[in-house]
T-cell receptor, first 114, second 110 residues
Framework: GAVVSQHPSRVICKSGTSVKIECRSL??????MFWYRQFPKQSLMLMAT?????????EQGVEKDKFLINHASLTLSTLTVTSAHPEDSSFYIC??????????FGPGTRLTVT | GEDVEQSLFLSVREGDSSVINCTYT??????LYWYKQEPGAGLQLLTY?????DMKQDQRLTVLLNKKDKHLSLRIADTQTGDSAIYFC??????????FGAGTRLAVHP
């Protein structure tokens, strides 16, 4: 089946620094990728939808200048958390594809900001 | 906004049936989904049900939908240790956005 990878799987950074998370579709091309965030014992919340070659669409309440999304190719989308703070510590999950029946999820990246 | 709720933890004995419950709020949802997440892996779509159905069976999995009560359940027959994972219920909102529950951690013990 289709595989989506994320890198890194875990990252610890200091407050005020920026962190980049990569999401790759390994064996298929994805014009659309989604970024989710999950706090402990809470739901996955959609942060943004990224379409290859165009600007990402952010959900209400998500700061686009803080969470920079780039989808420069059909197999790679990146999420950069800029000027990270402890409250940004979370589990970030990407998915690639289109309709839910054809959407494949990455394993997630755990970000800890100290 | 729309909301999906599920209990956080379920423990069952190997060989017994597991029932994971979920409630949702969007009565216009056309599809409802169950995902499985194993440690270190991505969410895997297990099964789904159209809103005009009230039951769907797929091998050991049975999905029941009570549209009136907005209640969805996933029954796993003959639960095995390999079924230990986190199970997410999700509804699709208008526009195709997925709304997830917090996930139910299923622990299977001998």
């Amino acid at each position: 089946g289709a595989v989506v990878s994320q890198h890194p799987s875990r990252v610890i950074c200091k407050s005020g620094t920026s962190v980049k998370i990569e999401c790759r579709s390994l064996d298929f091309q994805a014009t659309t990728m989604f970024w989710y965030r999950q706090f402990p014992k809470q739901s996955l919340m959609l942060m943004a939808t990224s379409n290859e070659g165009s600007k990402a669409t952010y959900e209400q309440g998500v700061e686009k200048d803080k969470f920079l999304i780039n989808h420069a190719s059909l197999t790679l989308s990146t999420l950069t958390v800029t000027s990270a703070h402890p409250e940004d510590s979370s589990f970030y999950i990407c998915s690639a594809g289109g309709p839910p029946l054809e959407q494949y999820f990455g394993p997630g990246t755990r970000l800890t900001v100290t | 906004g729309e909301d999906v709720e599920q209990s956080l933890f379920l423990s069952v004995r190997e060989g017994d049936s597991s029932v994971i419950n979920c409630t949702y709020t969007d009565s216009s949802s056309t599809y409802l989904y169950w995902y499985k997440q194993e440690p270190g892996a991505g969410l895997q779509l297990l099964t789904y049900i159209f809103s005009n159905m009230d039951m769907k069976q797929d091998q050991r999995l049975t999905v029941l939908l009570n549209k009136k009560d907005k209640h969805l359940s996933l029954r796993i027959a003959d639960t095995q240790t390999g079924d230990s994972a986190i199970y997410f219920c999700a509804e699709m909102e208008k526009g195709g956005k997925l709304i997830f529950g917090a996930g139910t951690r299923l622990a299977v013990h001998p």
